[in-house]
């Protein structure tokens, strides 16, 4: 008797709700044993079921016959306007996402319940469930944004409406300072910041999403760099490269990729920045000269050094001349003086000194009205102007080379000495001779400051 009851307990159940209300509740029946038992059977359920309303979204048809065969229940209302009836209606704001707009919520909830907040379908993160329609290898590449990588694609974009394009939850500079908050008080304190910084995006050069590149840029350093500075092109296809372009790093050997209290974008001052290289010893093949050394102690920098300037003299990029120097410059130890010859010289001094055997208006060095600047340069065998002088730094005055100039293994001698209208000097090139622009001296062979 007792098991005969159980049995028919259902129905009387049913029978009584029917005659309770009038009509079949399909909010007690729903989710039977006979029925939809798995309705709902997840972590998270939607409130209608959760409340057990089933009839929040459906209605039903043949109230009659609650258990005929076919369905008897219907959507209370089509597509997206079923959802307006609880949720607040979209398409107020510029875009909205495709599923949105087509009215598909179902697309990405589960209309019962999901594992996931929100009713979220299938996947352990947002990122696999968005690449149920977005293509996955434009988010798995080999170095991938925090936010992609552990499937929080909602941290960067709205997931149903927004003002901007790509569905960012606001400007991509903003966007990308919620989080990179490291970048905030510098960015205020710099001086000189990188456009793409300053005027945005920061996906001028970053993949917002991932990259074969190490900091998500879209390509390495410094074709990624070319992509706007054009200029640069052409001087890294020079006979003469700057080393760091070629290594890694490229162009953040130098120059810092966001901001700096630099001008050029420099991540420090100009001669300090060129020391970080330039100041070891075996540098290249064969090795350059410790230019730190050079420096150390000395009474008197060239002009540019002084003011922090290497590039006044040097092109720090490329190009085709000896030593990457912005203009021609011998190379070999005696170069006779010719048009252009010494160009990065005179583009900073007289650049008439080299063309006159006398004057009295274009150089010091001259014994009454004798040029002695042509005298040494422009003659069959030429000296270049480092024979005599330092080009970076020197204990003596007019960056006189005090120590001599290394002539194969002999560090020629050149013991000059100033005096208020001229000087003298003994080299080991030539016996001793004096100067004066006031009163020439008359050499040995009887010429004087006239001939």
């Known amino acids: 008797m007792v098991t005969v009851f159980m049995n028919v307990m259902p129905f009387i159940f049913i029978l009584v709700m029917t005659m309770s209300h009038g009509a079949y509740a399909a909010d007690v029946s729903c989710r039977t044993a006979e029925c939809h038992s798995r309705v709902g059977g997840t972590e998270n359920f939607h409130e209608p079921v959760k409340d057990g309303d089933c009839q929040a979204c459906h209605k039903q048809t043949n109230p009659a016959h609650p258990l005929k065969e076919g369905k008897s229940f219907v959507l209370t209302a089509k597509d997206e306007a079923l959802c307006y009836q609880c949720h607040d209606r979209f398409g107020k704001k510029k875009v909205m996402h495709p599923p949105v707009k087509d009215g598909e919520c179902a697309y990405c909830h589960k209309p019962h319940g999901g594992a996931k907040r929100f009713l979220l379908g299938v996947g352990s993160n947002q990122s696999e469930l968005c690449f149920g329609c977005h293509e996955s290898a434009a988010f798995t590449q080999k170095y991938q944004h925090g936010p992609v990588a552990v499937g929080t694609c909602t941290k960067c974009h709205a997931p149903h409406e927004a003002n901007r394009k790509g569905l960012l939850n606001g400007p991509v500079w903003e966007t990308c300072l919620k989080c990179h908050v490291d970048f905030v008080k510098p960015l205020k304190e710099a001086a000189f910041i990188h456009s793409p910084v300053k005027n945005g995006p920061c996906t001028a050069c970053h993949n917002p999403h991932s990259s074969p590149n190490a900091k ?26 700057h080393k760091p372009l070629t290594q890694e790093g490229g162009c953040t050997s130098c120059h810092s990729v966001h901001f700096s209290k630099k001008a050029k974008l420099l991540s420090s001052d100009g001669v300090g920045l060129c020391l970080g290289c330039h100041g070891r010893d075996n540098l290249g093949k064969p090795p350059l000269k410790n230019i730190k050394k050079e420096l150390a102690g000395k009474k008197y920098l060239h002009g540019p050094i002084a003011k922090g300037q290497c590039q006044a003299c040097h092109d720090p990029h490329g190009n085709d001349r000896f030593r990457l120097l912005r203009g021609n410059y011998p190379s070999d130890l005696y170069t006779p003086y010719t048009e252009n010859t010494y160009e990065l010289c005179l583009s900073c001094h007289e650049k008439n000194m080299l063309r006159f055997k006398e004057t009295t208006l274009y150089t010091k060095f001259r014994n009454g009205k004798r040029n002695l600047h042509y005298v040494h340069v422009v003659s069959e065998k030429g000296r270049t102007c480092r024979i005599c002088h330092e080009p970076h730094a020197s204990n003596g005055e007019k960056l006189i080379n005090v120590n001599g100039y290394k002539f194969g293994d002999w560090d020629i001698p050149l013991n000059l000495k100033f005096t208020s209208t001229g000087g003298s000097c003994a080299p080991g090139c030539h016996r001793p001779f004096s100067y004066d622009r006031e009163k020439p001296e008359v050499y040995g062979n009887g010429i004087t400051g006239s001939e």
Not at 221 to 241: F, I, N, R, Y
């Open 216 to 241: 998500l840029l879209y390509k390495k350093s410094p074709d990624l760099c070319l992509g706007c500075h054009k200029t640069m092109e052409k001087k890294l296809k020079a006979k003469l490269v």
